[in-house]
């Protein structure tokens, strides 16, 4: 027992600071329910950049979507398929 008494706690991975985690997330809530304004934008700056991230990737993958597309069908011969629906195309006038 005596050999306790001296020892400080160490630091665990359940506190930041030495506030344990939820002690902190009292905290965090009762900060966003005072100022809900506040809270609110400083969640949406991260979304908004990692929108703006997420949309050039998009663009970039369509864009080369687009190419792969293209580039296969550009020089695509007719298959018996199209030259079936050509006939049929040709046959009803509707």
Request: glycine residues 10%.
């Amino acid at each position: 027992m005596s050999g306790r008494r001296g020892r400080r706690r160490e630091r665990g991975d359940d506190d930041v600071g030495g506030i344990p985690l939820g002690l902190l997330a009292v905290y965090a809530i009762a900060w966003a329910l005072a100022h809900p304004w506040r809270a609110l934008r400083s969640l949406l700056r991260p979304i908004k950049a990692l929108g703006r991230r997420v949309r050039g990737s998009l663009k970039s993958a369509a864009g080369l979507g687009y190419l792969i597309v293209w580039s296969r069908t550009a020089d695509r011969r007719p298959t018996f398929e199209d030259v079936l629906r050509q006939e049929r195309e040709e046959r009803d006038p509707w």
